[in-house]
């Protein structure tokens, strides 16, 4: 597996998740990572992306609350959610890629999702 994503749950409205991926190291070093998530009926989107070098980008909807960082030890990337939203509920997959297109991720690893639910 290359990777694995953990971490998700239900939790009320307000409250926190860590979310985890765990990458082979091959992929963890030379890859930007990131976090999407897809609700039922909605298409896929970025949450959050960290390139080798930290840099972030988040999306608007999550900025102030998620932080995704990178433990270079542990080849792993974590997505920490704080003040969720019912509107956060959805799965998240980890992934990973190299290349951009403009400011748009070509991702070329997903992980299998995880699903986080948060209640109102």
């Known amino acids: 597996v290359q990777l694995q994503a953990s971490g998700g749950g239900l939790v009320q409205a307000g409250g926190s998740l860590r979310l985890s991926c765990a990458a082979s190291?091959?992929?963890?070093?030379?890859?930007?990572l990131g976090w999407y998530r897809q609700a039922p009926g909605k298409q896929r989107d970025l949450v959050a992306h960290?390139?080798?070098?930290?840099?972030?980008t988040y999306a608007d909807s999550v900025k102030g609350r998620f932080t995704i960082s990178r433990d270079n030890a542990k080849n792993t990337v974590c997505l920490q959610m704080n003040s969720l939203k019912p509107e956060d509920t959805a799965v998240y997959y980890c992934?990973?890629?190299?290349?951009?297109?403009?400011?748009?991720?070509?991702?070329?690893?997903w992980g299998q999702g995880t699903q986080v639910t948060v209640s109102s």
């Open positions: 190291e091959r992929i963890f070093s030379v890859n930007t």
């Open positions: 992934a990973a890629g190299k290349f951009f297109s403009g400011s748009r991720l070509m991702t070329d690893y």
């Open positions: 960290i390139t080798t070098g930290g840099t972030t």
